[in-house]
């Protein structure tokens, strides 16, 4: 119940789920003064973050913190380990494993083992379900899967499969490396959620982290071109994609507040202990 409330709760602050509850109220409250207020600010909100201007300010924001977070120069590690997400399990009528928008991460993993020659790739991902019966295994297993297809042994290949969010791939990978031995992984993830996955493992304290980005949503700012009218215009408009991307970043800092508020709290009761 705990998960599924970690869910369904944060779709009340996220742009679409916020700006549809302000129009709620204000539509139930259409009687009163602030009725229109508040029906006015749910869609302001969706319109605002709607905008490809206002999405690719959020997630140039965390992609170029990602950029800063990777070394020059990438030294040999213990492990390349790949978070889940970007895949999709080998469900008919699918005839196998097949690669989303964040399938980057698996591949860009499979890159860096091969440089790699001493080191175990890591795969990672629990299978999150709310439905009954659902068959996929996994996301650590099918992404194995797909890395054996991509010419990757499978005895070199670690499965990471208990973990639903980034804190428990946090906890779960320090716990396989304690026993493994490992003192420095090299940790693959999309570029806009690098920055809250380094925060999170670092937390941990338990291995050296090396922070590898990939899956990048857009150019950096000074590939992307000069504004036109034409191009202005169509920032302004609102549009579903450009409502996704501010959706991600506005998850990825909720993300890392609550990881934040929860180092404080652990660090609080052990000073109180």
Same mark, same amino acid.
């Given at each position: 119940?705990?998960?599924l ?6 779709l ?7 700006g549809?509850?302000?129009g709620?109220a204000?539509l139930l409250?259409r %009687? %009163?003064?602030?009725g229109p207020?508040?029906?006015?600010a749910g869609?302001? =909100?969706?319109?605002?973050?709607a905008m490809p ?6 997630i ?19 492990a =390349?380990? =790949?978070?889940g ?9 699918r005839?196998?494993v ?6 980057d991460r698996l ?11 001493t080191a175990?790739?890591?795969t990672?991902?629990s %299978?999150?379900?709310f ?8 996301e650590?297993?099918?992404a194995?899967?797909?890395?054996v297809?991509?010419? =990757? ?5 670690l ?5 639903r ?6 906890r779960?990978?320090?716990e396989?490396?304690e026993?493994?031995?490992?003192r ?7 570029a ?5 996955a380094v925060?999170?493992? %670092?937390?941990?304290g338990?291995?050296e982290?090396?922070p590898?980005?990939s899956?990048?949503q857009l150019p950096a700012?000074?590939?992307?071109g ?6 202005l215009a169509?920032?302004?408009?609102p549009n579903?994609?450009?409502?996704e ?11 890392s507040l609550?990881?934040a ?11 109180g202990?």
């Amino acid at each position: 119940m705990g998960f599924l409330l970690s869910k369904l709760l944060p779709l009340l602050v996220y742009p679409l789920g916020l700006g549809l509850a302000l129009g709620v109220a204000g539509l139930l409250g259409r %009687r %009163r003064r602030w009725g229109p207020w508040l029906g006015g600010a749910g869609l302001g =909100v969706i319109w605002l973050f709607a905008m490809p201007l206002t999405s690719r300010q959020l997630i140039w924001g965390l992609e170029e913190r990602a950029v800063a977070l990777m070394p020059a120069e990438l030294p040999q590690a213990d492990a =390349v380990v =790949v978070l889940g997400g970007g895949l999709r399990p080998p469900l008919p009528p699918r005839a196998g494993v097949e690669v989303a928008e964040g399938g980057d991460r698996l591949l860009t993993g499979v890159r860096l083992w091969r440089r790699q020659p001493t080191a175990l790739l890591v795969t990672s991902g629990s %299978r999150v379900s709310f439905t009954s019966g659902d068959p996929a295994p996994p996301e650590a297993d099918w992404a194995r899967d797909l890395a054996v297809e991509l010419g =990757v042994p499978r005895e070199r290949i670690l499965l990471n499969p208990l973990s639903r969010t980034t804190a428990e791939e946090a906890r779960h990978i320090g716990e396989l490396a304690e026993r493994r031995g490992w003192r420095r992984i090299l940790l693959v993830t999309s570029a806009y959620h690098l920055p809250r996955a380094v925060e999170t493992f %670092r937390r941990e304290g338990r291995l050296e982290v090396i922070p590898v980005a990939s899956d990048f949503q857009l150019p950096a700012r000074t590939q992307f071109g000069s504004a036109t009218a034409a191009s202005l215009a169509l920032d302004l408009l609102p549009n579903a994609a450009a409502l996704e991307l501010s959706t991600v970043a506005v998850k990825e800092h909720l993300g890392s507040l609550t990881y934040a508020l929860r180092g404080l709290q652990r660090t609080s009761r052990q000073l109180g202990s």
